[in-house]
């Protein structure tokens, strides 16, 4: 299958069109689908990258998906397959016909085989690994012994290896003479006699070398090697900070079993930034446009829960000001703005957090400095819309008094949701608890907690 045209619009130059499937295209597909022309399918779809079918199989509906499949039958990629989301994939793998589904997973390296095996039930697997070949099933096996997320599960079995006394020339025949090479690689990894790698060649560097020179004399000045049981997100953070194309990974007896390339580093950086973002907005961390109503529901339920708790607590503290709110029906008015700016800076200052917790450039020899300088922000901020909602409060309600009072307590509650929203995700990381998943509860809670207090707390204090 071609893979190197892309799908956008040629109509539209926007960067809004770049890399999005044609509507005009998908239309195509599916009218094609409806009259059962199997030859116009495979002329529409030729041209399409493996991940852009994935995208065309993920945003039609399963009854769609379900004839595109069947009719396109033994044209079906194995690629498509490592390019489809999780949510609809073990789907798909129901709906390929035995055969095209064996000549679609031999195709496959043993990482991909992996990554398309560590989610689907053991019938699916059983039925997966018995159309492998003996030694790629083994290889695969052995794979999925090792933990989930870890290095093991990453990497691909298929590693091109050399001595460490080789020369170029060596090694040039070596390669040429080799008739099971990955499809991809990009290092040539060194060991010595105990199968221990010692070094990486590139291929560029390889190439442009004479036939004599030694390898060892032209090794990567960047090597770093992996243990199998490593988590994924710390290699894929190794990949991104040391600029690594590939590493070799070790077992517990520092002997090569395998490498990992920059695409599978990438591709949990890449899972990992989603799982924040969808665990910041309480989505669950597997949500998916492809989800039915009822999955989409059981996600999001208890995390409305959880905010339901902390809107009763936030209410609890306004029920203590009942009287105070019946005197003066202006502090009803306002006091929303109040936890809603606190809420709006604690989730600024939060994001900016987690974020940097995930990457590790937030640490404890820096954290303190962060603290200070997010209520730095949230003192200068809070002081510049205090000025605002003090003269909102003379001119609206003709009272200075209450805008003194709504003015010290944005102030109050900015300053707050500055702290909290850097403090709480740290301690829960300390605590070994995802800061993502937890502190967004935690920070809304603080912020209204406390800007309701503060506001009808000096309420009391000034104006009655």
Do not use: C
């Amino acid at each position: 299958m071609a893979d190197n045209t892309e799908t956008q619009n040629p109509e539209s130059d926007s960067d809004e069109a770049a890399y999005t499937l044609d509507r005009k295209a998908v239309a195509a597909i599916l009218y094609a689908v409806d009259i059962n022309d199997r030859e116009k399918l495979i002329e529409l779809m030729e041209p399409l990258h493996a991940a852009d079918i994935a995208d065309l199989l993920e945003q039609i509906n399963a009854f769609d998906r379900m004839r595109l499949i069947k009719l396109y039958g033994q044209e079906f990629d194995g690629e498509i397959l490592t390019e489809l989301d999780e949510s609809i994939r073990e789907e798909v793998i129901g709906l390929l016909h035995p055969e095209v589904l064996a000549d679609a997973v031999r195709e496959l390296d043993s990482d991909d085989v992996v990554d398309l095996l560590e989610d689907l039930e053991q019938n699916q697997q059983d039925a997966i690994l018995d159309v492998l070949e003996d030694s790629d099933r083994v290889a695969v096996q052995q794979s999925l012994t090792y933990p989930e997320y870890s290095a093991g599960r990453l990497m691909q079995r298929e590693v091109v290896m050399a001595p460490e006394h080789w020369n170029v020339g060596e090694a040039i025949d070596f390669l040429r003479n080799s008739e099971d090479l990955p499809e991809q690689f990009y290092h040539i990894v060194l060991v010595d006699p105990r199968l221990r790698p010692v070094g990486n060649v590139g291929l560029g560097t390889l190439m442009s070398s004479r036939r004599e020179v030694m390898l060892q004399s032209i090794v990567s000045d960047t090597f770093h090697v992996i243990p199998v049981t490593r988590y994924e997100g710390d290699v894929a953070y190794a990949f991104n900070q040391y600029h690594l194309i590939s590493a070799p990974v070790v077992d517990e007896n520092e002997r090569l079993v395998g490498v990992i390339t920059i695409d599978d580093a990438m591709a949990v950086l890449d899972e990992e930034h989603e799982e924040d973002i969808l665990r910041l907005a309480g989505v669950g961390e597997e949500s998916s446009l492809s989800d039915t109503v009822l999955e989409t529901t059981r996600q999001r339920f208890p995390w409305l829960a959880v905010n339901l708790v902390t809107a009763v607590m936030a209410s609890m503290v306004i029920s203590q000001f009942e009287a105070a709110i019946a005197q003066v029906v202006a502090l009803a008015v306002l006091m929303p703005i109040v936890a809603s700016m606190g809420g709006n800076a604690g989730t600024q200052s939060l994001t900016v957090a987690v974020r940097a917790l995930a990457t590790k450039d937030l640490t404890g020899s820096n954290v303190w400095r962060v603290i200070r300088r997010e209520i730095m922000v949230g003192l200068i901020n809070g002081v510049a819309f205090a000025v605002v909602m003090g003269i909102v409060g003379v001119v609206w309600f003709g009272s200075p008094a209450l805008g003194y009072v709504i003015a010290t307590a944005m102030v109050i509650n900015m300053v707050v949701a500055g702290l909290a929203g850097t403090v709480i995700p740290v301690v829960l990381e300390k605590a070994g608890v995802d800061p993502a998943l937890a502190s967004g509860a935690f920070v809304t809670t603080v912020t209204d907690v406390v800007g309701f207090f503060a506001f009808l707390g000096l309420a009391v204090l000034v104006l009655l």
